[in-house]
């Protein structure tokens, strides 16, 4: 089954210990992005990722880190998370950020 | 001003109406995405538009990329439709997305 598959689900930490939050697709596609949702902020991309190696900021960057060192793994750090990255965060891939995007379950994450 | 806007940003239905969600923006595109996110956190893509219009079931997405603006028509409402309407941009140059805050659907029965 094609899929984005992200863990953990939930997880509740403490401000400064590093966390990374895993995603991984099985349909072979370059193009992976991070995004974190809020209440009254909607949706915003954090870091996106045309292929491996190349990864690129979106509009919410600050405090996070990427890597993309296999083409089915985009992991996201947080080196150290504070209450503000307290959030919903999807992963999502597709051939490209201008086709059709597939989004993993989501992971929520609270920093406290 | 937000890059995307959409409107409205609640709507609430009979079972059965012809629903239209609006969405526009300011910025050069090469793609626009409309979104469906249902209570519960899942979000599924319902289009890709680069031009024209597109058709599944009854739901049916225009865009008229002089007029930066882009149309979510459901067709025959039904309560399972109620969910977040989503509309999102690729930027034209780059890959970059960006997003609309949303309009939220209630279909009442």
């Known amino acids: 089954e094609a899929q984005v598959t992200q863990n953990p689900r939930y997880l509740i930490t403490v401000t400064g210990k590093k966390l990374t939050v895993t995603c991984s697709q099985n349909m072979n596609h370059e193009y992976m992005s991070w995004y974190r949702q809020d209440p009254g902020l909607g949706l915003r991309q954090i870091y996106y990722s045309m292929n491996v190696e190349v990864t690129d900021k979106g509009d919410v960057p600050e405090g996070y880190k990427v890597s993309r060192k296999e083409k089915r793994n985009f992991p996201l750090i947080l080196e150290s998370p504070s209450p503000n990255q307290t959030s919903l965060y999807f992963c999502?891939?597709?051939?490209?950020?201008?086709?059709?995007?597939?989004f993993g379950p989501g992971t929520r994450l609270t920093v406290l | 001003k937000n890059e995307v806007e959409q409107s409205p940003q609640n709507l609430t239905a009979q079972e059965g109406e012809f629903i239209t969600i609006n969405c526009s923006y300011s910025?050069?595109?090469?793609?626009l995405h409309w979104l469906q996110q249902h209570p519960g956190g899942g979000i599924v893509s319902l289009f890709m538009l680069s031009s024209g219009k597109k058709k599944h079931g009854r739901l049916i997405a225009t865009i008229n990329i002089q007029e930066k603006h882009s149309s979510l028509h459901i067709t025959a409402s039904h309560p399972r439709d109620s969910a977040v309407y989503i509309c999102a941009v690729t930027l034209e140059y780059g890959n970059k997305l960006v997003f609309g805050a949303g309009t939220i659907l209630r279909v009442k029965s």
């Open positions: 999502a891939s597709s051939w490209g950020g201008y086709n059709e995007q597939f």
């Open positions: 910025v050069g595109i090469s793609a």
